[in-house]
């Protein structure tokens, strides 16, 4: 009887030990905290030991934000952080009743706050991240005016009633065929239709959307010698914005203007809410080899990447998303069901055939100021280019993994000789091929028909319709408006040639 209580003692006091580790096993460290402020936001990364569960709640008078780890202890000086920019004053920390960890950020400012946790990946181990949202803010600094933004909404709007009435051509275009087969063609004398001269012209700014690649706990490539990616593209772009502010009827919108993350998808969204004529995302190209170098610049591929480096890259791009924690998806569920595949592939195809145009300028001009690392425009499905009605492209402007070429990736003298390149690729275009409704269409409008023999395109237009309301050739019409075929856009200022 001795022997058996003995061990049931020493089974009970093994078993407590076991408990014990087990408990010890589950208890979290904060290891460091991060901090990132942007214009509409601030993130909040806390780095743990292990996994752990979080209850976030706001409290008021004053403003808190309270932020409890269950089974967590602080090793880590939480008053570090770089609040400035922020909506918090103040971070206090300490024991929670009943254990765990108590994190209290004093606020000065109405929040949205949301968090969730990530798994380690090869950057980071767990970590709890808490999103401090502030309603009513624009992610971008001075945004869009709203007269121009009410501008651009018409003409976009117009545009899509000219694409959706494309769509609708293409679509019945078969069965209109097989009926003109059965049925005797008829002729139908029509009244002239009234001309209707130009309207005045909006003389817009274009917009190029600037997109810094990765940013705040996405570091992107690092460098030999220590450089971050995020660092240096963040520079290139801001000598680029500048080069294009400086420049008549041009804008430039910084998607990301400080050092904090945005997702893929956001940045796109961005650019869209700012009404961009074009977005151009920022990268510096990396290897496991330090060997190659060389600037490339990427457009979007409907059927994949066209090579292994191609498609490389444009994992380890899409990676970010996965780093940052965020997703979303572009819905086109505000169109006929039996249109959508038609109106996507329209406005995808020229998209497409706009962005290989200005990536092949835009090559052309940075071959001048660094070796290539590819002679072509290279096609890949980086996420940030797959805007369907904005023509983007992706551009590595070096490769960081080469010693050299990440020292002169940190020279301010070849950062702004990259900008001056990329603007002047974006330049060219624009010049040659303006927004109908844009300062430089109107400079080259009025240069071309200072008699005022002209029309501008209205909703249900086709090439034509215009050309016999006018009394002219098609063949001519095109000619004098360098069109080469018959796609034309509402709000375009026709030049109309003398019969």
Known sequence: MRIVLRAVLT????????????????????????????????????????????NVFSLDNPARLVIDLDESEMNTDASTLPLDGSAIDS?????????????????????????????????????LVVDL?????????????????????????????????????????????????????????????????????????????????????????????????KDVVLEISRRLAAKINETRGFKAVLIRDGDYYLGLRQRTQLAREQKADFFVSIHADAFTSPRPQGSSVYALSQRGATSETAQWLADSENRSDLIGGVDGSLSLRDKDQVLRGVLLD???TATLNDSLTIGGQVLEKLGRVNRLHKSRVEQAGFMVLKSPDIPSLLIEVGFISNPEEERRLRDPSHQRGLATAIFSGLRDHFEGNPPPASLLAWERDNQRSPSGNEYRIQSGDTLSAIAIRHGVPVNQLKQANDLNGDVIRVGQVLRIPSS
Request: charged letters at 20%.
């Open 11 to 54: 089974l009970s006091a093994g078993c407590a030990l076991l408990v014990a580790g087990v408990s010890s096993l589950q208890a979290a460290t904060v290891e460091s905290m991060r901090l990132w402020s942007a214009p509409d936001h601030a993130r909040l990364v806390f780095d743990l030991s292990a996994a752990a569960s979080a």
């Open 133 to 229: 949202e502030y309603p009513g803010e624009s992610a971008v600094e001075n945004p869009i005016d709203p007269i121009e933004a009410m501008i651009r909404d018409q003409e976009i709007l117009a545009q899509r009633a000219n694409t959706q009435a494309q769509a609708q051509v293409q679509e019945q275009a078969p069965s209109q065929q097989a009926s003109s087969e059965q049925a005797a063609p008829t002729t139908v004398s029509q009244p002239p239709a009234e001309v209707q001269s130009a309207q005045p012209h909006p003389r817009r700014d274009i917009i190029i959307a600037i997109d810094p690649g990765h940013g705040g706990e996405d570091p992107g490539a690092i460098g030999p010698a220590g450089t971050r990616e």
């Open 91 to 127: 971070v206090r920390t300490g024991v929670r009743d009943g254990g765990g960890l108590r994190v209290v950020l004093e606020l000065n400012r109405e929040i949205s706050p949301r968090h969730f946790t990530l798994p380690p990946n090869d950057q980071y181990g767990h970590r």
């Open 346 to 348: 329209l406005t995808m």
